[in-house]
């Protein structure tokens, strides 16, 4: 039934009701009448209620519901009017005063923040069991538990330290604290959304001082360090908190292209052909991978296994039994120029190379799955996550694909020159380009076709002089590295000031600031193609249906065919992947 008709049907229905009503002629006596009840009426009601007195409960309410039938529709509305209020119970109030006031607490707790804010103001009896029962510390604990942004902020902001404790801790702090804090972290959270939008930020720039070769090719950072891997052939360990470097790994021969590290190793590939195992706490090397002929271009590892590719055009499946123990499993071959990058997860392994394709392989057998076309030059970075592949050329273009239809979702195009690094997470695609740009692109607008292209990048970020060779990100920031020697932090949590008085902010007072303590978050993956974060991404299908069909391996050449793409503008010494 459409709004009109429900509207001609209401009024119609309710002048109906008003001619009932005003029909006194016909219309029975019932509640709420005027007219006077006679002295038979008020001796048969009183026999009617002692005979319905001696009824069960059930036999009650079996003659209620009978009598309910036998009138009309205004007079069921009259006994609604009278049964509303009966039927109200105030159960949170109750609920303390029978010795359950856990359970009070419990129901309260499934309250959103709006909705808490307001069962506040309903009583005395119910603001107090939200303030014994601690209830909004125990929204801002569940938010920070499912959350990375969260617990991002509680980290950096310092108020982490006031969560997860016993509630007859000494060092809690009040009700009112948490209270108070909910809408300053409301108010974080959009600056930092806007900050993002606006590209306002605070920079921090470190500068490598090599000797001779300069430039950063790969970086991963966490709270406390940044790992970065240079071209004279040196990782370098810096401090997040005062930027200092604190160590220098030293053993290979040629520029560090690619590296990963976890809480136990730092893993590293370089174009002397080889990959080498550090200990991450010591720095003392622990193992040397010699398998490659040619530069290891990339890397990646997760799970006790590991995945490398080479300017060989050769991709390698390694088993990790331990730093000491890593023993190839499985040699993938089938592109036909240098494999740039891999990524992986337990169900593909996908692989970009300079000869303009993308291919998916499975990752318990390492059966070749497919190809993604589409690139019109060589391929220099991707990174693969759920069914999205992001991939970035020396065609200047991005493109998105959806793996398992092999079906590319949208072009980006706004560099330049060739896209040398990108990564995504749930909202944000960041891509970094030889023209020294990094652009942050919206991934949830890019993966709706109704969006217009010109809608999709929102900030394009220039403080780097020379090409950008790798970044990561995480909900707060941007860490890149470049041909100029520097590593840049692009902090957008404090880069920009002020904050609306509006929405869930402006509900509660401003909380009392805490001592900031680790800075930074920490960010999973390795050196450019690699998983940024676990979250699904909510991705509408394709609307396109590409057929791929039976694709068989390429031959293999003994040189790149004139026909394939030229190599991404190489440095003198080669370092840099084709």
């Not at 009278?82 to 607490?105: T, V, W, Y």
């Not at 509680?154 to 604290?177: C, E, T, V």
């Not at 997760?302 to 390694?318: E, F, L, N, P």
């Not at 059966?367 to 993604?372: N, P, Y």
């Amino acid at each position: 039934m459409s709004a009109l008709e429900i509207n001609s049907y209401t009024a119609s229905n309710d002048k109906v009701q008003d001619q009932a009503i005003n029909d006194k002629s016909s219309q029975p006596m019932c509640m709420g009448s005027e007219e006077p009840y006679s002295p038979e009426y008020q001796l048969q009601s009183a026999e009617s209620l002692r005979i319905f007195d001696a009824w069960s409960e059930y036999q009650q309410v079996q003659f209620v519901q009978t009598l309910l039938q036998h009138m009309n529709q205004i007079q069921h509305g009259l006994i609604d009017q009278h049964l509303q209020p009966l039927l109200q119970r105030d159960f949170i109030s109750a609920l303390p005063a029978r010795g359950l006031n856990q359970i009070a607490e419990n129901i309260l707790s499934f309250l959103d923040a709006k909705s808490l804010a307001q069962a506040e103001v309903v009583c005395r009896e119910w603001q107090r069991v939200i303030a014994e029962g601690m209830l909004w510390r125990k929204l801002i604990e569940r938010n920070v538990r499912v959350t990375p942004l969260w617990r991002g902020l509680a980290s950096r902001r310092g108020w982490i330290n006031a969560l997860f404790k016993q509630n007859n801790s000494d060092s809690l702090p009040s009700h009112q604290y948490y209270r108070a804090l909910y809408p300053t972290i409301i108010r974080d959270i959009k600056n930092i959304e806007r900050n993002w939008k606006e590209g306002r930020y605070k920079m921090n720039k470190i500068t490598c001082r090599s000797e001779q070769s300069k430039g950063v090719y790969c970086l991963q950072y966490d709270e406390e360090k940044i790992v970065s891997g240079l071209r004279d052939n040196t990782i370098k360990l810096w401090n997040r908190n005062n930027l200092e470097c604190t160590k220098i790994l030293q053993g290979h021969t040629g520029s560090v292209l690619c590296l990963q590290y976890d809480d136990q190793v730092i893993i590293t590939g370089s174009s002397d052909s080889t990959v080498r195992v550090w200990d991450v706490h010591t720095g003392e090397m622990v193992n040397t991978l010699i398998h490659h002929c040619e530069a290891v271009l990339h890397l990646r590892f997760d799970d006790g296994m590991m995945v490398t590719c080479s300017k060989d055009r050769s991709i390698a499946v390694w088993d990790m039994v331990n730093p000491s123990e890593i023993n190839i499993r499985r040699v993938l071959v089938g592109h036909r120029a240098a494999v740039n990058v891999v990524d992986f997860d337990q169900r593909y392994i996908v692989s970009a190379s300079g000869d303009r394709t993308i291919k998916v392989w499975n990752t318990s057998t390492c059966e070749f799955v497919r190809t993604l076309n589409g690139h019109k030059r060589g391929i220099a970075c991707l990174q693969y996550r759920d069914n999205l592949v992001v991939s970035g050329s020396s065609d200047n273009d991005i493109r998105l694909w959806d793996i398992e239809s092999g079906t590319c979702i949208r072009t980006l195009d706004g560099h330049e020159e060739l896209v040398r690094c990108i990564r995504f997470d749930n909202y944000r695609i960041v891509s970094g380009a030889y023209d020294g740009k990094i652009k942050v692109w919206d991934l949830k607008a890019a993966v709706d076709p109704r969006v217009p292209v010109g809608e999709l990048c929102l900030q394009t970020l220039e403080q780097h002089t020379g090409r950008v060779f790798r970044l990561q990100f995480d909900e707060f920031q941007i860490v890149s590295s470049s041909h100029d020697d520097t590593i840049i932090i692009w902090d957008f949590l404090d880069g920009g000031g002020g904050g609306s008085s509006g929405g869930e902010e402006g509900m509660l007072q401003q909380a009392p600031t805490m001592t900031s303590g680790a800075v930074g978050g920490l960010i999973p993956g390795g050196g450019g193609g690699g998983l940024l974060a676990q979250a699904a991404i909510g991705m509408p299908p394709s609307t396109l249906n590409l057929h791929l069909g039976q694709l068989a391996y390429p031959p293999r050449p003994p040189s790149v065919a004139g026909s394939l793409s030229p190599p991404l503008s190489p440095n003198a010494d080669g370092d840099d992947p084709p």
